[in-house]
Structure formats: C-alpha cells, structure tokens
C-alpha cells in the first residue's frame, strides 16, 4: 500500500526565543493541499515572501540552516525540518515574524509536540519518497576528513560517528531506522551541543543571546555542565540535524552515514542526490 502524504489537521501558534538574536518570534504552522511541500513565509515582511524548502533556496550553513536571499532569510529551520521529516509531514507552511525560528529546548522536541498537539491527516495522494539508488558522497579533506554518503537501502536509516578528543564526550556513534516512534523515543529530545568557551564568545559577538545552559548539551573543560537527556546526546543531535537537512529534498530512503559532518556537508548531499536525479538516474516513488 502506498503511502499518503500528510498535512497537519488545523493551525497551531507557539512563540519563543530565537538562539542568535535573542528576540522573541512568534510562529503558525497552517495545513497546506498536497504536493505544496514545505514553505517557510517572513510575516514580518511586506506581502510575506514566501521560500519553498528546497536545497536550491539554502541561503547559508553556518552554525545552521538557513533559506532565503540577498534580501531576506529564515534561519535555524533544520530542528522543525527534523520534526517534519520524522513524523512525516509532506506539506505545510511555517509563518514566522522574524529572520529565525524559535530555538524551543534546542531540541526538536519543541516543533514535535506543536505537531502532535495540531495532529496529523492522511491526504489524497501518495508521498513523494526519494530513493537513494546508487551510493552518493561528499568529503572535506581537511584533517580530520569528514565524510557523508547515501547508500541504497530500505526504508531510511541514519548513522553518525562523532569524534572528539574532549574527555567528557569522547567518540560517539549511533544509528537509528527513522520511523515517527523511533523518532519520538530515541532523537526528538537531543539537544544541541555547545562548548564552554565557546558559548562565551559567541554572546562577545552578539550572537547565541537566546541560549541559556537548557538548550544545549554544555560541554565545560573537565565535563557536562548540565544534566544530559540521553548518554550520547550529542551523537543522536548529529543524526537529528541530518535528518532536517535531508527533508531539503523531501521524505529520503536509504542509508545516509555521517562521520564528523556537519550543515555544510548535509547541504553539499542534497544538492548532489538532487543532480543525480535530474541526471535521470532517480525515480521518485
Ligand atoms: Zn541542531
């Protein structure tokens, strides 16, 4: 049986703090007819401009994702993306009044639960499912090298291997089969990870006003200053971030391995999984 694509069942509002202005932003979520996809509108803005999220709109990968131009963005999208992509939702638009969506708890908890609480409806045609059909990569050599590759598969599983020489984190890796429980349980609540000096530094440059020690697993010099939600947080966050990058593309199946990736190299993938299938070598399903 195919699957339907999804829209959520009515609109949901949440307000919050973005993480690198530190202003308060107020966003809605509204149900969209099928094959919209998923589009992201500046309220804030004359006649709202509206962005579809494709990789062809990434306006910068720094720090996060983030769609738009010269003129105007939205940043920040990758935690709501990893929430659409993990329970499934194929088309809706996100309103938001300012250039960065709420951080909520750094996680994607905080867009999973708005989702849940709107609820989801099955719509009147089938998803549209990217098959990975031949391994496709990206690397950055750069020592230590990092590397991403998709590889055929069933279904979608995600696996990352995180590497550190700091001793509260160590090497870390994971792997998960996406489904929305696998979602849930094990990935929705993983928050970001920042380091101690780190987090200094970006507040002496403006930015990361809206973080407080909550919204990221801190990392101080000889261990986690706060308490973590999961053993390997970080590594499970890393996978979390894949996932709402890859949802450039739509709901992906295959294997998708990360090794020390990060925004840029989640961003280089699409658009090379996107050229791969404008080269006819992919089917949408
Ligand atoms: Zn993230």
């Given amino acids: 049986m195919k699957k339907m694509q999804q829209t959520i069942k009515e609109e949901v509002f949440a307000r919050g703090q973005a993480l690198h202005s530190g202003k308060t932003v107020e966003m809605r979520l509204l149900p969209q007819p099928v094959n919209t996809g998923i589009r992201f509108s500046r309220s804030d803005l004359p006649d709202k401009p509206v962005v579809e999220a494709k990789p062809e709109n990434v306006f910068d990968t720094v720090k996060s994702m983030s769609l738009g131009n010269s003129k105007w963005h939205i940043q920040t999208i990758e935690h709501l993306m990893a929430a659409l992509h993990g329970l499934g939702v194929d088309n809706l638009l996100v309103e938001v009044n300012g250039e960065e969506l ?25 998803r ?35 590497t550190s020489d700091h001793q509260a984190t160590g090497d870390q890796f994971c792997q998960y089969v996406i489904t929305p429980e696998t979602f849930q349980q094990h990935l929705a609540r993983a928050r970001t990870i920042a380091f101690e000096n ?10 990361a ?8 697993v801190v990392v101080g010099e000889t261990g986690y200053l706060n308490e973590l939600r999961y053993p390997n947080e970080i590594v499970r966050h890393k996978v979390l971030d894949i996932l709402g990058d890859l949802y450039l593309l739509g709901p992906v199946e295959g294997q998708i391995i990360g090794v020390r990736s990060g925004h840029k190299m989640d961003y280089e993938l699409t658009l090379k999984i996107k050229r791969a299938m404008e080269g006819g070598n992919y089917s949408g399903d």
Avoid: H, M, N
């Fill in 102 to 126: 709420p951080l909520g708890d750094g996680s994607a908890w905080f867009f999973t639960e708005l989702i849940l609480k709107a609820g989801l409806v099955s719509q009147e045609a089938p």
């Fill in 128 to 162: 549209r499912i990217i098959k990975i059909t031949k391994p496709i990569w990206v690397e950055d050599r750069k020592e230590p090298r990092s590397y991403l590759l998709a590889l055929p598969g069933e279904g979608l599983r995600v696996s990352y291997c995180f």
């Fill in 209 to 216: 006003l809206g973080g407080s020690i909550e919204e990221a």
């Fill in 198 to 207: 780190e987090l200094a530094f970006l507040r002496e440059q403006g930015l």
